[in-house]
């Protein structure tokens, strides 16, 4: 992940977009004592996300059509975009991917970094954990409750020992990524942290730093080996994916890559890795020895694995 200010959104847009976000911010800021948005009030006609465009001075139609064309995305390689949808089949509209359920606005999410993407994670249907501030949240569709699970804008510190781990523990942490799977949790930070807690149980178990200068962990995944051990990953910027295992917390592998890794993947058998990071290209390795099993030529993107295999969605330059 590259390093640019935390102030991106002005540095991309222009003036006559600006502005018309502004008025659009401005009615979310009004409107965030509201109660959530439910299905019915939007199959009603009323905007999801609560804006009321009746009292604003530019339709909903209008502002995303001047988005659409004066919005400037981040590319780390320049012009990376102009091509990408020229191999791209044409998709069929009309069909429901999703159906909207509820918009909440009391539930806030904080995102420091305009490149991260893995603070928010649902384990179920109506579980959601989320990082808001200094605190990790859980948040039920079914009750609307939150509830605080982790907070780290003090000190935290291991109540369990294991060969490792910081007792001291740490202070302030600025969460970059987080992952939360069969009541296991784990949380990185911008200064190479590694937070672990069992959900359901006092205080953390675990706390870990990688001592690089720039060892930020841009994704943490949980997830089961081949013998059924819990394990999770964690992609950094100091071009590392550590695997640890979670019931002793100990480093089981440590691959090195080239370039600084922003996700890794497993496949459902827990043979191969599929590591990105910044770089045009990905690498299939295998998930035993990091050795490089293939070249992904181009790849910008990956997501979870599937049921049935590695599903890799890519976008070619």
Known sequence: ???????????????????????????????????????????????????????????????????????????????????????????????????????????????????????????????????????????SSLSCTTSEILNVSGHVAPSEKHPGSLLEGFTQTKVSSLAVKDKLLVAGGFKGELICKHLGQPGVSFCSRTTDDNAVKNAVEIYDNPSGAAHFTASSNDCGVRDFDMETFQLSKHFRFPWPANHTSLSPDGKLLVVVGDNPDGMLVDAQNGKVVFTLQFCKLTLEPGNEGLLIWMRFL
């Open 1 to 139: 992940m590259e390093g640019v200010h935390d102030d991106v959104g002005g540095e991309f847009r222009g003036r006559e977009l600006a502005s018309l976000e502004s008025d659009a911010h401005e009615s979310d800021y009004v409107n965030s004592e509201l109660d959530d948005t439910t299905d019915a009030q939007a199959s009603r006609g009323q905007d999801i996300q609560g804006i009321p465009w009746d009292r604003l001075s530019i339709t909903r139609e209008k502002y995303r059509q001047t988005r659409l064309e004066q919005y400037k995305n981040y590319e780390n390689i320049p012009h990376s975009g102009e091509g990408t949808g020229k191999d791209c089949n044409i998709t069929e509209k009309g069909s429901l991917y999703y159906e909207f359920q509820c918009n909440t606005r009391s539930v806030k999410p904080t995102i420091l970094h305009f490149q991260l993407r893995n603070l928010v994670w649902a384990t179920s249907k109506h579980d959601v954990y989320l990082m808001s501030n200094f605190s990790v949240i859980h948040w």
